[in-house]
Every structure is written in C-alpha cells, then in structure tokens.
C-alpha cells in the first residue's frame, strides 16, 4: 500500500513536469514568433496580401496611398493608410469606396507558411459611394467576393452551403466615423448617412451575422440594430429569419421573423412601429407630401405573413392622432405586375374632411416637390381600401355608422362614403378622377336622404330663411382644378333639393305684398317676421362657371304658391332673381301673382316690386 502511494506520487510528479514543459515550450515558441516574426514577415508581404484582399472584396482595383503599419503584440495585425477603391486602374475612374485607416489582423503560422489570412477589421472614416438609378436600383458595384457568395446561394435556391473557397472569414468588423452617399445617377440628389458607428459581427460568409450601427441622416441620429442565422440566403433574395430594428429620436420600429429582400421586401412574423413627430420624421426624409403635416402621433402594429405573392398585415392596430382602429390587409406584389394594397380597417373615429384635403395639394402647396398621398400612392401601388368608423367627420357634419370605401390606380381613383347617418337621415357621396388622379381634377358627388334640413344648413352656417323640414338633395360637381385649390368660379354642375310638409322662418308673406304697394324697393329685414308654411318644396339648379341657375324651384303652400328663376353668383352670393308670389283660393293659384325682382347679395336680399305684369302659374 505504501509502495503504491508512492508510485502513484512518483507518476504525478512526470505529467506535472510534462506538463510544465509542454506549456513552457508553447510560451517560448509564441515568444520566439513574436521576437522572429518583424525579420521572417516583410511588410511588403502583408501590404501585398492585403490589398490583394481588398480588391478580392471589392472586385476592383485598391490603391494604397500611404506606408503601412506591422505590429505584432498584442496580435499581429497590419495597418493601412489612405485606401482607394476605383472601377478601374485609371486614377480619373468612378471612386466606389475610400478609407482613411484600415487594419486587419491575421494568424501568425498561417503568414510563415506564405498564406495570409485577414480578419477583424477596423475601418476609420471609410466612406462608400453608391448610384441610385432610374429604375430605383442602388449601384454598390461590389463585385467581388461577397458578391460571388451571394450568386452562389441564389443558383443553389438559398442553400447557404459554399464551398471552403468563397467561404472567406470576417470576424468582427468595426467602423468608426464613416459615410455612405447615395446619389442619383445625374448626380443632382444625393442621401448622405454620416458619423456611421458600430460593429458587426459575422465569423465567416457562411455563419450567423449580429450588427448594431449608428449614424446621422439629415442632422438626426439613429441607430440600426440587425441579426440573421443565414445572412447569404437573406442577400440572395431567399427567405431568412431576421430579427431587425431603427430607433432615433424620431420614431421606433420592429420586426422579428421571415424576411425576403427581393423586390418587394417580404417579411412574415411580428412588427411594431411608433412616433410622435410624423412632421419632423417627413422632413428629416426630404419627403413632401401635402396633408400629412396634421399628422404628428402614429402607431402601427401587427402579424406579418406572407403567402404566395401576397404580404398580409394581420391583428393590424393602427393609431392616427385620436383615432385608432384595427383590421387586416393584403399587399399583393404579382411578377411583372403592379403592386396593390387591400383591406378592411374599423375606426372608432375617421376624419373624413382629412381623408379629402389629403387626395390635393392645398394652397400651403407652393413646392413643385410637393406631392399628395394619393399621387404619392399612385406612383408606387394600387389601393383599394374598405374603412368603416362608429364616429367620423365631414367638415362640420357629425356622421355615425360612416362606411368608406378608396380605389387609387393609375386609371382611376375615388373615395366613396357608402353609407352614413346624419340628423336623423343618410348621407352618401363620392370623389372621384376622370383621368385617374384627383389631384389634376375631380368629380363629385353628395346625396341626403331624409335629413332635418335645418340642422345641416345651420351647421353649415346659414341662418337666414332655412328649410324646417326633412327632406333630400342631390349635388353633383365637377372641378375644373384639384381640391383644395379650386374656387367658385372652377365648379359647374347641378343640385336638387325636395321638402315636404314645412315651415320657413323669417319671411312674412302679408309684409311682402304690403310693402309693395308701399315702396319700390324694401329689404328682407322689413318683412321677416313671421313664417311660411310649406306642403312642398322644391328647388333645381344648374352650375356652370361658379354661377347657380335656378330652374324648376317652388315653394307651395297650403294659401301661397312662390316660383323663382335667375342667377345666383357663388363667388360674390349675389342674387339676380324674378319671383312670382301666387295667392291660392281652395288650393288654386290665382292668375294674377305679384311679380318682383330680388337683387343685392345674401343673407341680405333686396326686393324690387314689378308691375303691370300677369303671367300663368306653373302647373
């Protein structure tokens, strides 16, 4: 027992001393290379394969323009200065890149053996420029090695699988105080990203990618946020998990789940997106879309799936300002075809009036770069969009149970209310583009069924000789010019009203045929105390030019029967109008009516008596 004690000691004692040495070697063999390493690797050779590496990268030619930098504590790395990336050798050829510092580090053993080997790079103010073209492509002319991975994976459907050669390694990337600029392929409009900060950690082509970058758009800081498992398969275009994310000071958006990026970007799992300075978030994008400035709190979150040729927004919440709503909608992207967006949303409370003043450029409008959502939405895709809301607004009208519905192509585009309650009745109406844009001229169209006329007038704003009564009315317009920026004077088209069984404040009849044979002249004021009482009343008029035309208007009373033709200018509300008032008798018209001229501008009418004149009622 004892002997075995000690040989067990005896047989510790030889693996701690092989142990030692072995460690002891490693140490003096790393510290011989590192003492070795400035006399058995020239700088030459390490600049050499650098930039061999560069333009391996690039697909492009590298210039090197100062003296390189070899260290090798606390690693070996090698340190550039002043790198250029050109299209071709000619120094006069487009510049795709250039980096002000650029150090790499690589393993020891492999350079002894004449194999270099680059990895973690650092790049100092490295700046990136890109062409955006006519088509909307960004030109990044990287035609090198990544680029050569990414063509793999897309012949091979999105198998991420590369061979060793293409498979180069990474590591961790750092990037301190870079650029990119994205201009047009003129070279007018350029989008500069500055202060670009961060890391990104990628071991190799074929392995999981994890970046967190910052940077300065247009004076605002925000901060990118981007991982993926299979990053090629997401480059080519193929479908990859991706969890993705932008905050600044502006805004926050979120999506974790299946992404695409070919064509329309497809992304299938949960999004979020929220700000509270729509306004500024527009500007800071140099995007000028007229109406979206009464936007300034907006909030959208959601499922993502997509199936086929089709993303769908599910368990889709929506907040605008003080309106929220929920619902679903499809964005269908067909090859070769036109996007389209289709859906159904439910407010609480929908704004029509915005929904109107969005689809034109209002007067505020003096930018040509100013366009409308609606021209805006027209250029990208097609809409067709059902909204229905408990509670909506149409200028002053209070609406309930409102249902709406928007078409945008690029050979139509309408708004229709298809239904809604107001003052007891219903209100409908249209807008819609003869030419497919609303925003070159437009159509429209109001219908009221069975409404308290008085409530609508005096929500209007008029107050002078109102219709107490339910009743109807018909307008159909034509705009010569947008809305929001056509006058009286561009509209032309008709308007029917019925009445039945009502009253009209404020006129005396018995004051009016006094005051006839009294003066030659009186206004409305003389003889507006009292009312008149109506079984029917109807009014046509036709409108060309910013000037109504009554037709067939009657007012008929149970004891009075008035007819009124003439011109009523919009623009000044000026009145050019003949009345004849007939006196019934058992519930006929008499053949001899008072006949006058109603003149001056309303709510202010003038009555000029006519005499000696004694034409048939119309029947």
Known sequence: MFRSLIHSLKTRKRYRRAAMVLVGGTLALGLVSQVAAPYLISTTLVRNGMENAV??????????????????????????????????????????????????????????RGRLVFQDFELVRPKLF?????????????????????????????????????????????????????????????????????????????????????????????????????????????????????????????????????????????FSMATQRMPEILDWLDIRVTGLDRLQNLSLNGQLMTTGNTLRFEQVSLQANEASATGIMDLQAPEGG??????????????????????????????????????????????????????????????????????????????????????DGRLTGQISAPEGRINDSADLRLSLRDVDLASVARRLGVDTLIPEANGSAELALHLKKPLGLASTSDLSGSLRLNARNGRITGLDLSAIRRLATQSAYFSLKDASEGELFFDRLDISATIADGVAELGETRLDGPNDLIVLSGLVPLETQGLALSANIYAKTGGTPSSDPLMMFIGGAWPAPVFWPMADQTPQPQQ
């Open 55 to 112: 333009e391996g990268w690039f697909g492009h030619e590298a210039t090197i323009g100062g003296d390189p930098e070899l260290h090798f504590w606390p690693r070996p790395h090698i340190i550039l200065k002043d790198v250029s990336i050109r299209e071709t050798e000619d120094p006069a050829s487009r510049l795709i890149a250039q980096v002000d510092g650029l150090s790499a580090s690589f393993e020891l053993f492999q350079a002894f």
């Open 338 to 423: 036109r996007a389209r967006l289709t859906g159904t949303l439910a407010f609480d409370k929908l704004n029509f009036s915005a929904i109107i003043s969005a689809l034109s450029p209002g007067p505020q409008a003096s930018s040509q770069d100013d366009v409308t959502p609606a021209a805006l939405l027209s250029d990208l895709l097609d809409l067709d969009l059902r909204l229905s809301s408990t509670e909506a607004q149409l200028g002053p009208l209070p609406l309930r149970n409102a249902a709406v519905s928007m078409i945008s192509t690029r050979q139509m585009a309408r708004v229709d209310l298809v239904d809604s309650s107001i003052d």
């Open 130 to 270: 890109s062409i955006r073209q006519a088509s909307g492509d960004i030109d990044w002319s990287m035609d090198g090695l990544l680029n050569d991975a990414v063509q793999t994976v897309k012949r091979n459907a999105g198998n991420p699988a590369i061979d060793d050669t293409l498979n180069a390694a990474i590591g961790e990337v750092t990037v301190e105080n870079g650029t990119i600029e994205i201009a047009t392929a003129d070279g007018e409009h350029k989008t500069t990203v500055t202060a670009l900060n961060g890391t990104v950690e990628w071991p190799r082509l074929s392995a999981a990618i994890s970046s967190r970058l910052s940077g300065t758009l247009n004076g605002k800081t925000f901060t990118l946020a981007l991982s993926a498992p299979q990053p090629l398969t997401l480059l080519s275009g193929r479908n990859s998990e991706a969890d993705m994310s932008i905050n600044s000071d502006l805004f926050s958006a979120q999506f974790s789940g299946t992404a695409n990026l070919a064509n329309y970007a497809f992304l299938s799992g949960a």
